[in-house]
């Protein structure tokens, strides 16, 4: 069993950064691919970003490409969603996911989930 837990979430201005963390107990996540969701109130959960476990295969949703940065420190059992840029759009739970088998953008396909922290855009 893999546990996660999500850090870094707050209130932030529009046009601000934030980073986000994601870090795992339970396993390693060295031979995992992590990715990064969020929802918004009343919105169905939606795909952010994925990284596979060799780093070789990155993804990102096209509303936050040349904004948003995933990555990930082995050693440190962590994934990392940079997010620069924020917009009152961004504004959601984020959580970060397993996905054992798949480099994938669907939800259904991830394995193990943290609880998720808030991130708020607004002035």
């Known amino acids: 069993q893999v546990q996660l837990v999500e850090s870094g979430g707050g209130l932030v201005q529009p046009g601000g950064s934030l980073r986000l963390s994601c870090v795992a107990s339970g396993h390693t996540l060295s031979s995992y691919n992590m990715g990064w969701f969020r929802q918004a109130p009343g919105k169905e959960r939606e795909f952010v970003a994925v990284i596979s476990w060799s780093r070789g295969r990155i993804y990102y949703a096209d509303f936050v490409k040349g904004r948003f940065t995933i990555s990930r420190d082995n050693a440190k059992n962590t994934v990392y969603l940079q997010m620069n840029s924020l917009k009152p759009e961004d504004t959601a739970v984020y959580y970060c996911?397993?996905?054992?088998?798949?480099?994938?953008?669907?939800?259904?396909?991830?394995?193990?989930w943290g609880q998720g922290t808030q991130v708020t855009v607004s002035s």
């Open positions: 996911a397993v996905d054992r088998d798949h480099v994938s953008t669907s939800a259904l396909m991830y394995d193990y």
